[in-house]
């Protein structure tokens, strides 16, 4: 079983940065591909990114493309999500979620689920 905390939402004007922090429990968070999903209130769970269990192939929403980095520090069970020039559009409960070895852009695919983090941008 592998537990799931992030960390880093808040509230941030439109054009500014926020770093989430996904934490895992476990020793086997390198055989996991990670994702970060949003939810926005009234709107169904949506992909944002995904990163492969090395980290050496990554995907993203359109959305995002060019504004989020999605990456993984395997040494420290932690996936992070560097989310920049940020719009009002983003504004959702981000989750992070892990799979064993292979990505899926599919939320249901994924078998273990952090708590959420609310990000919040002001226009």
């Known amino acids: 079983q592998v537990q799931l905390v992030e960390s880093g939402g808040g509230l941030v004007q439109a054009g500014g940065s926020l770093r989430l922090s996904c934490a895992a429990s476990?020793?086997?968070?390198?055989?996991?591909?990670m994702a970060w999903f949003r939810q926005a209130p009234g709107k169904e769970r949506e992909f944002v990114s995904t990163?492969?269990?090395?980290?050496?192939?990554?995907n993203y929403a359109d959305s995002v493309k060019g504004r989020f980095t999605i990456s993984r520090d395997n040494a420290k069970n932690t996936v992070y999500l560097q989310m920049n020039s940020l719009k009002p559009e983003d504004t959702a409960v981000y989750y992070c979620?892990?799979?064993?070895?292979?990505?899926?852009?599919?939320?249901?695919?994924?078998?273990?689920w952090g708590q959420g983090t609310q990000v919040t941008v002001s226009s």
């Open positions: 476990g020793r086997t968070f390198s055989s996991y591909a």
């Open positions: 990163i492969s269990m090395n980290g050496g192939n990554t």
């Open positions: 979620a892990g799979r064993r070895l292979a990505r899926s852009m599919w939320y249901r695919d994924y078998d273990f």
